[in-house]
């Protein structure tokens, strides 16, 4: 299930919903070139417009469908997946439809983000303890180590980054975009770490931490809490 939660600002009327989206929904995101949430399931995504609840279901993907993310050049959806087929698809938000497909490293591919001032995406791979960097329009694979059983990842535009969390270890991995020089950060706070997103209002990090059940906001300039 999917849940819209109920608004504490105008405009009226805004009430909360909960929509089914099939088997094991786990990523979602806004695509604003079509206004409309999309949500990564068991073999499949489902598109919901929020203004109406209306929604389409696309069978699409792979049995353990994961993260999402959208890119604004050519408004187009990537999808990774969690089992074991080591590939990112390019999803047409038009109609859920497969546009291309990349070769990661390995799988699992928890996390995926976009870096827009290389045009390229990066995807986790959990089972190699690395990040590839894939080209969007070529496909071609850079792949760099970065912490262990990686998960998350999110692009960091104050020092030009990416930022990798590690389901196994308390720290975080910043990776320069460009050198692909990785640098870790320790904190015990950082335990079980898997969703990161960065905030461009504070210009800071979040990282859901699992095990010791905490989100933590992370100045990116030094790693500190």
Do not use: H
Not at 168 to 177: D, G, I, P, R
């Amino acid at each position: 299930y999917v849940t819209k939660a109920p608004c504490v600002a105008p405009p009226p009327p805004c009430t909360g919903a909960t929509y089914n989206v099939g088997n094991s929904p786990d990523g979602i995101i806004i695509v604003p070139s079509i206004n409309s949430i999309w949500v990564a399931r068991t073999n499949g995504v489902s598109a919901i417009n929020p203004a109406n609840g209306n929604m389409a279901n696309y069978v699409v993907g792979f049995l353990t469908n994961n993260s999402m993310a959208y890119e604004n050049i050519s408004g187009s959806i990537w999808l990774t997946n969690a089992g074991s087929v080591n590939t990112v698809l390019k999803l047409n938000p038009g109609n859920g439809g497969v546009m291309n497909g990349y070769a990661t490293q390995s799988t699992p591919n928890f996390g995926i983000a976009l870096d827009p001032l290389t045009n390229s995406m990066w995807v986790t791979n959990s089972a190699t303890n690395s990040v590839d960097r894939i080209n969007i329009n070529t496909g071609s694979r850079n792949n760099f180590t970065a912490g262990q059983a990686t998960y998350g990842v999110a692009y960091e535009p104050v020092t030009n980054s990416i930022w990798v969390t590690s389901a196994n270890l308390t720290m975080l991995t910043k990776v320069n975009t460009t050198t692909g020089v990785a640098t870790n950060y320790f904190n015990a706070a950082f335990n079980g770490s898997r969703g990161i997103a960065f905030d461009n209002v504070t210009n800071s990090l979040w990282v859901v931490n699992s095990v010791s059940n905490s989100v933590s906001k992370v100045n990116p300039a030094n790693g500190n809490i």
